[in-house]
T-cell receptor, first 114, second 107 residues
Framework: AAGVIQSPRHLIKEKRETATLKCYPI?????VYWYQQGPGQDPQFLIS???????DKGSIPDRFSAQQFSDYHSELNMSSLELGDSALYFC?????????????FGSGTRLTVV | KNQVEQSPQSLIILEGKNCTLQ??????????LRWYKQDTGRGPVSLTI?????NTKSNGRYTATLDADTKQSSLHITASQLSDSASYIC??????FGAGTRLTVKP
């Protein structure tokens, strides 16, 4: 079965650089969620999209932006990277926003800022 | 203060034994409560999902319960296997994660 695809799997950037993370949801899933998980920390919700529009916003820094495209894939753009941005970034997708909809996580992108 | 508290933080059990993990939350209202299994460095994998009106949900050897009155949920694992060693995370809605319980199953 198709899963949530994230790319790249690993990324190393220098401080003040920019990074773009991509998330391809499961086919026919129209909702995407982004999470940041620092070392030894809980995942923190960043932002979500439903039908290409932002549906909820969490603790996403102003330096980050995201969008969902017509094919439902999503990209997380990160600028002016800081050392503290080093983390595992997960996206998850679901077939809607109903209470019974489970969502599936991707394997994550590990971002290291040096 | 985290709105989702899990206990214990870590747990070591012998293979074949059962265990129960706890999740207490203060988030209200919420649409659903999920339990996930997460291996180190990997994405969380869904185990169960319950709406606030459901009391129990099973998935193989995993059984989750939910008491919306006391705002408590539990995940019961029966006949544990070595492959059950992982972190188990309780998530309320889509944004409130517990810190997880680190389960180690030993032979």
């Amino acid at each position: 079965a198709a899963g949530v695809i994230q790319s790249p799997r690993h990324l190393i950037k220098e401080k003040r650089e920019t990074a773009t993370l991509k998330c391809y949801p499961i086919p026919r899933h129209d909702t995407v969620y982004w999470y940041q998980q620092g070392p030894g920390q809980d995942p923190q919700f960043l932002i979500s999209f439903y039908e290409k529009m932002q549906s909820d916003k969490g603790s996403i820094p102003d330096r980050f932006s995201a969008q969902q495209f017509s094919d439902y894939h999503s990209e997380l753009n990160m600028s002016s990277l800081e050392l503290g941005d080093s983390a595992l970034y997960f996206c998850a997708s679901s077939p809607g926003q109903g209470a019974n909809y489970g969502y599936t996580f991707g394997s994550g992108t590990r971002l290291t800022v040096v | 203060k985290n709105q989702v508290e899990q206990s214990p933080q870590s747990l070591i059990i012998l293979e074949g034994k059962n265990c129960t993990l706890q999740c207490n939350y203060t988030v209200s209202p919420f649409s659903n409560l999920r339990w996930y299994k997460q291996d180190t460095g990997r994405g969380p994998v869904s185990l169960t999902i319950m709406t606030f009106s459901e009391n129990t949900k099973s998935n193989g050897r995993y059984t989750a319960t939910l008491d919306a009155d006391t705002k408590q949920s539990s995940l019961h694992i029966t006949a544990s296997q070595l492959s059950d060693s992982a972190s188990y995370i309780c998530v309320v809605g889509h944004a409130r994660f517990g810190a997880g319980t680190r389960l180690t199953v030993k032979p």
